[in-house]
């Protein structure tokens, strides 16, 4: 496996690969590496030839004030992780070589990146829209993998790739949670022991949701509402958001069925903002 920190030794790499007649596979993350990552890493192995990993702390996706200089960062135990997935070339750029000083041109996501997380987060979505552009411009990948943890993501840079022409796949992965339903997250190391313990309001919200609609509920209001008041009677967690919404457009829904849907949350969990989803059935 290879590590390369410059754009140009990386584009020198994959055309190579690409010479080679390989099928080229992106898996953008931030590091500190979990279970989630390693899934879509395996994905990608399946369905590539040669697998770029990604790791980048993406200074823009951060609002002044958000966790950028505290996010857990351990390169080595990283590429350890990565070389024993059989990856063939991990990126790992300094902000510095990502970013010129006087860059100023930014990829704006449109009304998709407004809601939900852009609605606390105003300007998070361009940052993943500009750093996920000139990262599938410097790979050149024929997929890109995402995963359905960041599910606003996943549906913002989908709809990116379609608006702008990309050529490029982007494939989705499935939540990859604990044990007890918590998702896998890199934040979740900021939760203290009690936090952790709470934490796992969000998964049981969703699954409270998926419950009522399997047994016929289909007022999104009803489920919608059942979330929040599962997540508000746990103590330590504050509600940011709690809503059923179309699984593609992300517009809240009045009811649900035959579209698919998908029940989203972010909520405060000590001092520790986290989200989750989950798909919302109708049988
Ligand atoms: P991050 O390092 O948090 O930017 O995540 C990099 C990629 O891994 C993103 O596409 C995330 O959606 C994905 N990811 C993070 N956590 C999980 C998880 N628990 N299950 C599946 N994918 C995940």
Redesign the pocket.
Do not use: I, N, W, Y
């Given at each position: 496996m290879e590590r390369l920190g410059s754009k140009q030794e990386v584009r020198q790499a994959v055309g190579e690969a690409r010479r080679e007649g390989k099928r080229i596979a992106l898996v953008?993350?931030?590091?500190a590496l979990h279970d989630?990552?390693l899934?879509?890493v395996s994905a990608a192995r399946e369905r590539a030839d040669y697998v770029v990993v990604s790791v980048f702390v993406n200074p823009t996706q951060f609002a002044p004030g958000e966790d950028f200089e505290a996010y857990p960062r351990d390169v080595a135990r990283d590429i350890d992780l990565l070389g024993a997935e059989g990856v063939d070339l991990v990126f790992t750029p300094s902000s510095e070589a990502m970013y010129a000083p006087d860059a100023e041109v930014m990829v704006e996501p449109g009304p998709l990146g407004a809601v939900l997380e852009g609605a606390t987060r105003p300007a998070h979505f361009r940052g993943v829209c500009t750093v996920v552009t000139k990262l599938l411009s410097i790979t050149t990948p024929d997929l890109a993998f995402?995963?359905?943890?960041?599910y606003q993501?996943l549906a913002v840079l989908r709809r990116m790739v379609r608006d702008l022409d990309l050529p490029v796949k982007i494939v989705g992965?499935?939540?990859?949670?604990e044990c007890d339903g918590l998702?896998?997250?890199?934040r979740n190391v900021y939760l203290s022991r009690e936090e952790r313990a709470a934490a796992i309001v969000l998964y049981r919200a969703l699954r409270s949701a998926e419950t009522l609609a399997l047994d016929g509920e289909r007022d999104a209001h009803v489920l919608a509402d059942a979330m929040r008041s599962l997540v508000e009677s746990e103590p330590l967690a504050e509600v940011d958001y709690a809503v059923v919404a179309d699984a593609i457009t992300l517009q809240p829904l009045d009811t649900i069925g035959p579209a698919p849907a998908r029940g989203l949350i972010a909520a405060r969990v000590g001092g520790t903002r986290l989200i989750d989803n989950l798909s919302l059935e109708v049988v």
């Open positions: 953008p993350t931030m590091g989630g990552h899934s879509l995402f995963g359905e943890k960041d993501q992965g499935p939540v990859v949670r998702a896998m997250s890199s």
